[in-house]
């Protein structure tokens, strides 16, 4: 065996195990990998310091800097969202729909484990602890490859997790983690499928086109995130500054930040030039139709491209639209299915903008940056699924389930 069919045996043996772990064993594992996090925090900075200052010899952006720092912050996010998923309810074994047959057969669909789930991502390390706390609470093995910027991290955390796991009543194979930074080696996991179940891509869109492009294994796709804020002409101008600057500017290399900002023709006279003087206080850069440049002739051109561009960075692209008709199909043309957000008091705008754009979440007169599992109350997540089949949007415990169908019968026999 190769080093990575190794890898994929492993994980495949230990979800034999993991699948059938109680909850409680599950929950205090999960609770002793909080402790832990805590007790080693010291370690995980150090080791988060190698790889920032490997990242800034080679000339990572300071958005992307900022995903791939550990900041106490962001551990304490980290053990907080351990804690989360040790509180919420097991999906594995629950009864999702049952029924009686004519013939007295009782049928019970219930919640399963995938198995072994590989996930492939870039920069950020405090994915490797929302991984492992879902897929263990779920009953799931994991292969994880980070990206080499955050290889040190990533071994460091990996180590705090199975480190944390009585070894006698959870196999530490549950969590895997590739150590080498080796990209042909993305290749041959994707190639797995005798070990691993599923794939699941987070990162930049080369990443994921590989992997779609390479995968013998079924893909759940986290889509890019050319997310959308459409100032409706009865927004209440106040929220709309406040929505607009924390879902651009808070954390900008992030696919929920907002990277397009459309404004009602009615209200732009008003609004432009006040959010366009914020944004610019906050070193964002903006590029505007013809008719914002009108308005505020010191912002940049928008070009046909820039409608279409997931920027992860402190640039917006801005287009005043002459109806919510227009801002609709604007968003249907460019948008990517991940965040699309309307800032309105209009009942009926509401309806028409929720009704009619699709996403994996919509916002009513609130920030795109709320769509993570951790804020929406699923501890953490997988990742933000923009397709359809079989999970969509943030991407908790029961979307990393399938199920099975449980058939009782006292001696039918088919006809």
Not at 39 to 57: G, H, V
Not at 179 to 206: F, M, W
Not at 310 to 339: C, F, P, R, T
Not at 382 to 388: D, L
């Amino acid at each position: 065996m190769t080093y990575i069919e190794k890898l994929c045996y492993n994980a495949k043996e230990a979800s034999k195990k993991a699948s059938s772990l109680k909850t409680s064993l599950k929950n205090q594992a999960l609770l002793n990998l909080a402790f832990s996090l805590e007790k080693n925090r010291e370690e995980i900075k150090k080791a988060n310091k190698i790889d920032l200052e490997l990242a800034n010899q080679k000339g990572i952006s300071k958005p992307m800097l900022k995903r791939l720092e550990l900041t106490d912050a962001k551990i304490d996010q980290m053990i907080d969202g351990v804690k989360q998923i040790a509180s919420l309810k097991d999906p594995v074994g629950e009864t999702i729909t049952g029924y009686l047959r004519p013939n007295g057969l009782e049928v019970r669909k219930v919640r399963v484990p995938l198995g072994v789930i590989g996930i492939i991502y870039e920069s950020r390390p405090n994915v490797t602890v929302d991984v492992a706390a879902l897929c263990l609470k779920s009953g799931n093995a994991v292969v994880l490859r980070g990206g080499s910027e955050s290889i040190n991290s990533n071994m460091m955390l990996v180590k705090i997790i199975r480190d944390s796991f009585d070894e006698s009543l959870i196999p530490q194979n549950v969590i895997n983690i590739v150590e080498t930074t080796d990209r042909a080696a993305v290749n041959e996991l994707l190639t797995q499928k005798k070990y691993i179940d599923v794939i699941i891509p987070r990162g930049g869109k080369g990443l994921i086109r590989n992997c779609i492009e390479n995968s013998t294994i079924p893909v759940i796709e986290h889509g890019d995130g050319n997310c959308h804020v459409y100032v409706d002409k009865y927004a209440d101008m106040n929220i709309a500054y406040d929505i607009v600057i924390n879902a651009k500017v808070q954390n900008p290399s992030v696919c929920n930040a907002c990277e397009s900002l459309l404004i009602h023709k009615d209200i732009s006279r008003d609004f432009l030039p006040k959010i366009v003087n914020i944004l610019g206080e906050k070193g964002v850069e903006i590029r505007g139709c013809d008719k914002s440049l009108e308005i505020c002739p010191s912002i940049n051109k928008a070009s046909q491209e820039d409608w279409a561009t997931e920027y992860n960075d402190l640039i917006i692209s801005l287009k005043i639209v002459d109806s919510l008709e227009e801002a609709i199909l604007h968003i249907q043309n460019y948008g990517s299915g991940h965040s699309e957000a309307i800032i309105s008091d209009n009942t009926k705008s509401i309806a028409e903008f929720k009704n009619r754009v699709d996403a994996s979440c919509i916002f009513i007169n609130t920030s795109t940056r709320f769509n993570d599992g951790y804020e929406l109350g699923k501890g953490a997540e997988m990742g933000i699924s923009t397709q359809k089949l079989h999970a969509r949007g943030p991407m908790g415990l029961e979307e990393i389930t399938t199920y099975k169908y449980i058939v009782v019968g006292n001696g039918q026999v088919r006809g």
